[in-house]
């Protein structure tokens, strides 16, 4: 299984994870992920194209879990737009049979932006995975 990690490139994976200006309940989810410590007892591995899309298509196609946190310094209310990028690809991984979150443990898809360009963490993938996320965050 592959967890999606946006907003890095591949080669600091390792030092962004240690580093990361992310909460600790969702570095805490991340370590339980990458050790084998989660529900299902496999490792996961990291993953990451650098586009929002294909890295979904990936999620799809292979399972795993997508993740674009917010980031406490510089974008604490995420930095996807959820009226035109979160919103949109969240409805077509649930048709697809995933689920979609936000940092806030509430469906993706019952979020109402009260602005157009108003953005939000985002979280994608398998109903179990986002089903343990939920319970991290």
């Given at each position: 299984?592959?967890?999606?990690?946006?907003?890095?490139?591949?080669?600091?994976?390792?030092?962004?994870?240690?580093?990361?200006?992310?909460?600790?309940?969702?570095?805490?989810?991340?370590?339980?992920?990458?050790?084998?410590?989660?529900?299902?007892?496999?490792?996961?591995?990291?993953?990451?194209?650098?586009?929002?899309?294909?890295?979904?298509?990936?999620?799809?196609?292979?399972?795993g879990?997508?993740?674009y946190?917010?980031?406490?310094?510089?974008?604490?209310?995420?930095?996807?737009?959820?009226?035109y990028?979160?919103?949109?690809?969240?409805?077509?991984?649930?048709?697809?049979?995933?689920?979609?979150?936000?940092?806030?443990?509430?469906?993706?898809?019952?979020?109402?932006?009260?602005?157009?360009?108003?953005?939000?963490?985002?979280?994608?993938?398998?109903?179990?995975?986002?089903?343990?996320?939920?319970?991290?965050?």
């Open positions: 299984m592959l967890i999606y990690i946006c907003l890095i490139s591949f080669l600091m994976l390792e030092y962004f994870f240690m580093q990361c200006r992310w909460t600790d309940s969702l570095k805490n989810y991340l370590k339980a992920l990458k050790t084998g410590k989660n529900k299902s007892g496999e490792k996961y591995t990291s993953r990451y194209v650098g586009s929002m899309v294909g890295d979904i298509h990936r999620t799809l196609m292979y399972g879990v997508f993740l946190p917010s980031d406490t310094d510089k974008h604490p209310n995420g930095n996807l737009q959820l009226l990028k979160s919103i949109p690809l969240g409805y077509l991984v649930e048709q697809a049979g995933g689920k979609s979150l936000t940092s806030k443990r509430q469906p993706l898809l019952s979020v109402r932006p009260k602005k157009i360009h108003e953005r939000a963490p985002c979280f994608f993938g398998s109903p179990d995975n986002i089903k343990e996320l939920k319970n991290f965050l």
